[in-house]
């Protein structure tokens, strides 16, 4: 094999002058974002037929470590992680594409991708040449990329492009976390181009040019102007690639929605045009957070976005086509089709069909004592994140939920936490509520007073700890990746005195684990936190549908044993989507393990609701 610099000889795509070349030939990058594990493996046709039919000749997806090896050592590639079979439906319909494996990949994913059980290593330094990190990456990659040599393009598959970490000077600036990566690239056989990306105050932080195209990300005009400047000056030879044009953006859990105008849209997507630029849309489609898979911000303060990835991307969330996909088609034809001579497009697919289910109740719950009665616990002499338990052959727990019990005297009068809890803690003294501490709470708002029990000589405390979401960006100097550790990571004392006995109770809801045959059908007395069950009866072909928690207040959403995600009703996301491949034609099962309020009912609905705050939504939830 040739010597490998940002590609070797062997490459078909190449550059020079300012322009790529494909096998020789001038040619303009037109890519869509479109992650595999966003979306059903029978709806990525869909969307990339949608792609083609909008003029774009290339996907571009990330691959997310932490699903394909949610456990050290044990790989899963399979149904909707099969990323082998989405790259090759990609080839078959004559795109080609760009591979982002990381492994970091930021993405608004839970810990930027990155497996969480890197951090019971209490010493772990992610995103570096820490020899643990490296150790889990190297046998990551060992599996990962011999499954990707054959598809590359000069292998006779789609891939031309290859990048190398991602966005890492918005990280750090020692490179030779960039070379271990790119070294890792080439052992493997990686012979197209390798490229990086980063936004205006990172590109400068992590020069690696001489081994990989630097290219931009941004959304607005002036932020590619720097960027463009930047690298026209590292070499007049560089062409000019946008690897994330920002289509839209996404929410955060108790923030406003964040919609982008397509007048805004279609400005900066014409400059770029106009600047001879090949671009990436993301997104193209953003697709679903399922599960607990969404990521969080902490610039200011810790900020965890919402089960919905809509983005305000060009495909709904559904898949469904909007006006920026209209004006994106025609923008492509007048500026770069039309002048290659190409002045039709195929047929744009149609939308799926949505459908109104109308809503059904409550049929049967399990009470939260039950559901911790019949599940594994650790004992412990004081609290331990959920990353720390020795489960899951000593590398903690992943997601989801941890319960810290114990006793306290009948008489306490107030339990302090010494840290704020990551991320949100609901504080129970036999089985009543006294307290939520989130991360809107300040450290005068971590002790809790309690009510006297009378003669009562003990009571139970209970402390329930929801991982919202691991921070998916921050930087190297603010340490925050390196300490996303979920749970309780500090003493919690009864009236000063550290309580030094805990039952801890991991609930990671994995696969399976609502399907269960103790229900009561006994309403009466239910409480929160709890599972509660509802059945829905589809007649015929099932379709698409959203998921209206109505009056509910917060909690994760089981549908025939599938996660759905996150849903609460602070907003603004107010709708779960419910794809039709997640349901069937007769009964079923519906299953919320609901935290706060138990609601009406749960409805369906043809529409989303992602603005809680939008006059339209307002006007729809009265008439509900």
Not at 20 to 39: D, E, M, Q
Not at 50 to 74: R, S
Not at 220 to 242: A, C, D, N, T, Y
């Amino acid at each position: 094999m040739a010597e490998v610099g940002i590609y070797s000889e062997e490459s078909s795509l190449k550059f020079a002058k300012q322009a790529f070349t494909l096998l020789g030939k001038p040619f303009k990058i037109l890519s869509a974002a479109v992650h595999y594990f966003r979306t059903f493996p029978q709806c990525w046709e869909d969307r990339l037929q949608k792609a083609k039919a909008c003029g774009f000749n290339t996907i571009e997806t990330y691959v997310p470590w932490n699903l394909h090896e949610e456990n050290p050592g044990e790989f899963n590639f399979e149904g909707i992680l099969d990323m082998r079979k989405f790259i090759e439906l990609a080839h078959s319909l004559d795109l080609f594409v760009i591979f982002r494996p990381g492994p970091y990949i930021c993405s608004e994913w839970d810990y930027g991708g990155l497996p969480a059980w890197l951090l019971s290593d209490p010493n772990m330094q992610v995103r570096s040449n820490y020899q643990g990190y490296k150790d889990a990456v190297e046998r990551y990659f060992n599996k990962l990329l011999p499954m990707v040599t054959d598809l590359q393009h000069s292998k006779g598959g789609p891939i031309i492009a290859v990048q190398v970490e991602n966005e890492f000077g918005s990280y750090s600036s020692k490179i030779e976390h960039l070379t271990f990566i790119r070294n890792l690239y080439i052992k493997h056989g990686l012979k197209e181009m390798f490229i990086t990306s980063d936004n205006a105050w990172g590109q400068k932080d992590a020069v690696f040019y001489q081994y990989a195209l630097p290219t931009a990300n941004f959304k607005e005009i002036s932020e590619g102007e720097q960027l463009f400047e930047q690298i026209r000056k590292w070499s007049p030879e560089f062409p000019l690639m946008v690897t994330e044009f920002w289509t839209g953006w996404f929410d955060h859990w108790t923030s406003q929605h964040n919609p982008t105008s397509i007048e805004k849209y279609e400005e900066s997507l014409t400059w770029i045009l106009k600047a001879n630029s090949s671009v990436n849309m993301y997104m193209f489609h953003g697709g679903t957070n399922f599960g607990f898979m969404n990521g969080a911000n902490n610039f200011d303060t810790y900020k965890p976005d919402v089960s919905s990835y809509d983005y305000d991307a060009l495909l709904t969330e559904a898949g469904d086509i909007t006006p920026k996909y209209l004006k994106t088609r025609e923008l492509f034809l007048k500026h770069v089709l039309e002048p290659q001579g190409i002045t039709t497009l195929p047929d744009i697919p149609a939308n799926s069909p949505k459908r109104t289910y109308g809503s059904v109740s409550v049929e049967a719950t399990v009470t939260f004592e039950t559901l911790i009665q019949y599940s594994s616990s650790l004992n412990a002499s004081e609290p331990v994140a959920m990353e720390m338990l020795k489960l899951n052959g000593d590398y903690g727990q992943n997601f989801g939920y941890v319960l810290y019990r114990c006793v306290i005297p009948g008489n306490a009068s107030k339990i302090t936490l010494t840290n704020q809890p990551m991320d949100r803690a609901q504080i129970f003294v036999d089985g009543v509520e006294k307290a939520v501490i989130d991360w809107t709470s300040t450290s005068e708002n971590l002790t809790v007073a309690l009510s006297p029990a009378g003669d009562q000589a003990t009571s139970k405390l209970d402390i329930l700890v929801e991982n919202h979401g691991r921070v998916n960006y921050a930087t190297e100097a603010s340490g925050i990746l390196n300490n996303q550790r979920k749970g309780l990571t500090g003493p919690v004392t009864c009236d000063g005195k550290a309580i030094e006995s805990f039952r801890i109770v991991p609930l990671e809801f994995k696969s399976g684990s609502v399907n269960r045959s103790d229900w009561a059908i006994n309403l009466k007395n239910a409480k929160v936190p709890g599972l509660f069950q509802a059945k829905l009866q589809v007649s015929g072909e099932p379709a698409d549908t959203f998921v209206f928690m109505k009056g509910w207040g917060k909690g994760i959403l089981f549908v025939n044993g599938f996660n759905l995600g996150r849903y609460w009703s602070a907003g603004p996301q107010q709708t779960l989507y419910l794809p039709a491949q997640v349901l069937k034609q007769g009964t079923n099962e519906l299953v919320a393990f609901e935290q706060a309020k138990i609601g009406q009912e749960i409805m369906f609905l043809d529409k989303p609701i992602l603005d809680v705050n939008d006059q339209s939504t307002i006007q729809l939830q009265s008439a509900l």
